[in-house]
Nanobody
C-alpha cells in the first residue's frame, strides 16, 4: 500500500489544522494506522494510533486532548485533527500503516508502510 500525507501548512499558535493520509494500491481497512512527526534535529515521535475500524485510539501524552485521529475506511483515508497548536508542534508529519493489532504498538519500527511527510509550521 502506498500512503500520501497532505494538508500541512503554516498556522498561528493556538490555531487548528487537519492533515490527511490517503492510500492507493491497497485498502486501509486492513491496517492499524499511526501518525508520527519529526522535528529538525530530533527523532521521529509517535503521536497517535487508530485501530482497523476506529474502535480504539491511542495518543502520546504530548498531544492527548489536543489532537484527534480518525479514519474513513470508505474513503481510504486517515485524518489527524490538530487543535490548540503550539510552536513545538512544528515538524514534518508522517502517516504509517501497521498490519498487526495492538494499541501499544507505538514504535516506528512496528509500522511497515510510510507516507512522505507533510510539513506543519506553527508560528509563535
Amino acid at each position: 500500500v502506498q500512503l500520501q500525507a497532505s494538508g500541512g501548512g503554516l498556522v498561528e499558535t493556538g490555531g487548528s489544522l487537519s492533515v490527511s493520509c490517503s492510500a492507493s494500491g491497497g485498502t486501509l481497512r486492513s491496517y492499524n494506522m499511526g501518525w508520527f512527526r519529526q522535528a529538525p534535529g530530533k527523532e521521529r515521535e509517535f503521536l497517535a494510533r487508530i485501530g482497523y475500524t476506529g474502535t480504539y485510539t491511542a495518543y502520546a501524552d504530548s498531544v492527548r486532548g489536543r489532537f484527534t485521529i480518525s479514519r474513513d475506511n470508505a474513503k481510504n483515508t486517515v485524518y489527524l485533527q490538530m487543535d490548540n497548536l503550539k510552536f513545538e508542534d512544528t515538524a514534518d508529519y508522517y502517516c504509517a500503516a501497521d498490519r498487526w493489532a495492538g494499541s501499544s504498538r507505538t514504535d516506528e519500527t512496528e509500522y511497515q508502510f510510510w507516507g512522505q511527510g507533510t510539513q506543519v509550521t506553527v508560528s509563535s
